[in-house]
């Protein structure tokens, strides 16, 4: 093969690769999520500036989780950090130049890595909307715990507009892989209002960075599975097998035994893989969805999320569900409801998180390892049993979308054309029961 046929191959690749990662990043149930991140210059100082930075999560339901965010830039010149108030640089940096005689700055690294402080941190270097270790609620949920920002006083970088360059590849870990920064570009300056509303103050510059989500990037298995069941069939629907990945039975737990081996699990560490349960799905998360009554005019579901992994407490946890008759819910226990219409013609999507202080934490495997609600739907022209209507068409768990089962599996009704008695007789009286008890009340 030649250079030239070589080199088209390559471009050829790269592009295409390209493609896939812009068409994972963009999410149909949420079309302008992102998380903004805004460098708003607050004043100039001898050799460069104060700015406050902040980082908005504007995705309807996904979040940050903990150990929370990490920001990274590379600086266009030789720029040091001279201190920071809300965040801190992981990596001082080699700071040993003769040109810092009297003050060491916080960091001299030229591609500085930025963590959140925790909770708690001491009042002077704390900043407004600090403090959170990184952990940023979905819009969806809480609007006020989606934002976070710092404050960094910058050094060697030009203290004018004409001199300022912006920082360049900038990279946010949430706290794993997943998003993709756009560059750095010049927007009109932040506007900032006095607590009385009276006044009202400009940022002297001020740019804009763009990151957006993609599972394709985050994770090369899948995170979450779904099973189901019915009132109407004894047959359970378990998750795909092998739907996050073949198991390696080392690497998963099968008895008590296994679990008291890895008592150090809970210990602190940077690693964040999954130590779950042995099972053929071997997946993390597992949702169910169990059709549970058939009323004359309504009909009702149970969801249960289980948590199968021993590593982690899933915080703020978030639950989507697509399905045509959202549209008509008439009421939802144990969990906090609201509908996702990212399309104003339809209102098949809802938006599931926990009650605050009662399940809003999803506890690591185990007895308590769950959580799970009930939804009563009205029944519309559309209603049936049949073919699997009474089932979800998509569900994703904290953003990602988790694996479904094969169509041809669900439960469905029995044939009615060659009946078993037994089975017959138990069905009808399942479904049919129900009505008229209602009938009678």
């Known amino acids: 093969m030649n250079s030239d046929k070589l080199k088209l191959l390559t471009f050829s690749t790269t592009s295409f690769l390209f493609l896939i990662s812009l068409a994972a990043a963009f999410d149909p149930l949420d079309p302008n999520g992102k998380i903004e991140i805004k460098w708003d210059v607050m004043y100039w100082t001898a050799d460069g500036y104060v700015a406050t930075v902040t980082i908005t999560n504007s995705q309807t339901y996904r979040h940050i989780t903990s150990p929370g965010w990490t920001l990274g ?45 925790l909770p708690g941190a001491p009042y002077n270097k704390q900043a407004a909307m600090c403090c959170k270790g990184g952990v940023l609620t979905s819009w969806g949920q809480d609007p ?3 934002v976070s920002a710092f404050q960094l006083t910058v050094g060697r970088s030009g203290s004018s507009n004409n001199t300022v360059r912006l920082p360049k ?16 570009k010049i927007v009109p300056p932040s ?9 009202r103050t400009n940022a002297l510059m001020t740019w804009d960075v763009t990151c957006s989500y993609s599972q394709f990037l985050a994770s090369q298995t899948p995170t979450c599975c779904v099973s189901m069941s019915s009132f109407y069939n004894s047959k359970i629907t378990p998750c795909k097998a092998c739907a996050c990945g073949c198991k390696d039975r080392t690497a998963c737990i099968l008895t008590e035994s296994d679990l008291q081996s890895v008592t150090e699990l809970n210990a602190p560490t940077n690693d964040s893989a999954p130590v779950v349960q042995c099972t053929a799905h071997n997946c993390p998360i597992q949702v169910h969805w169990h059709v549970k009554e058939n009323y004359k005019g309504y009909w009702r579901v149970k969801i249960t999320i289980s948590n199968l992994n ?38 098949d999507t809802a938006l599931f998180h926990g009650l605050k202080f009662f399940n809003d934490v999803l506890l690591q495997a185990g007895p308590n390892g769950n959580v799970h609600s009930e ?22 768990f904290d ?43």
């Open 144 to 146: 006020s715990s989606a």
């Open 310 to 347: 021993y590593r982690l407490n899933y915080s703020q946890w978030t639950l989507v569900v697509e399905h045509p008759n959202f549209n008509n819910t008439v009421e939802v226990y144990s969990f906090v409801y609201k509908p996702l219409t990212p399309f104003i013609s339809k209102n």
């Open 169 to 184: 590849n900038f990279t946010l870990n949430g706290p794993g892989l997943g998003y993709t920064c756009s560059q750095a």
């Open 73 to 117: 830039w590379v600086w266009a010149k030789e720029e040091v950090i001279w201190s920071m108030q809300g965040a801190e640089a992981t990596d001082q940096g080699d700071c040993s130049s003769s040109t810092f005689t009297e003050t060491i700055p916080h960091s001299c690294k030229r591609d500085p890595s930025v963590v959140d402080l």
């Open 399 to 441: 953003g990602d979308e988790c694996v479904m089962p094969s169509p041809d599996s669900y439960p469905f009704l029995p044939n009615l054309a060659n009946p078993n008695p037994i089975l017959l007789s138990t069905t009808l009286a399942c479904i049919f029961l129900p009505i008229f008890l209602t009938l009678l009340s």
């Open 191 to 199: 506007a900032f209002y006095s607590s009385d509303g009276r006044r």
């Open 375 to 396: 939804i009563i739907f009205q029944k519309d022209s559309t209603f049936t049993l049949e073919h699997g209507w009474a089932f979800p068409r998509k569900v994703y």
